[in-house]
Nanobody, 124 residues
Framework: QVKLVESGGGLVQAGGSLRLSCAFGRALSSNSMAWLRQAPGKGSDFVAA????????SYADSVKGRSTISRDNAKNMVYLQMNNLEPEDTAVYYCATNEHEHYIGSNPTDWNWWGQGTQVTVSS
């Protein structure tokens, strides 16, 4: 069973910041991790990804420069720091993983296991 539990979502005004957290099972410390999101009435979008050792990251153009993905394998946690939030960032945010150590691609369908999600709402 793959454990992925997100937290940290909420309501924030435009221009504000949030840090999302994802607790993962110990066995996933050797796996790449990603954040994906789904806005109301839309498909899933890639946000950011990080390799198992944290050495490499990738970001969607829409969040690049405003967001930082990081992980702490000693604590079995992955984070997404989001700054200067915009109403367009409103979505359910999901932590996801797959069976690879170094994959940081942006295709949501390549991320096999997802958590339950945490809601982020940005008001204008």
């Amino acid at each position: 069973q793959v454990k992925l539990v997100e937290s940290g979502g909420g309501l924030v005004q435009a221009g504000g910041s949030l840090r999302l957290s994802c607790a993962f099972g110990r066995a996933l410390s050797s796996n790449s991790m990603a954040w994906l999101r789904q806005a109301p009435g839309k498909g899933s979008d890639f946000v950011a990804a990080i390799t198992s050792n944290g050495a490499y990251t990738s970001y969607a153009d829409s969040v690049k420069g405003r967001s930082t993905i990081s992980r702490d394998n000693a604590k079995n946690m992955v984070y997404l720091q989001m700054n200067n939030l915009e109403p367009e960032d409103t979505a359910v945010y999901y932590c996801a993983t797959n069976e690879h150590e170094h994959y940081i691609g942006s295709n949501p369908t390549d991320w096999n296991w997802w958590g339950q999600g945490t809601q982020v709402t940005v008001s204008s």
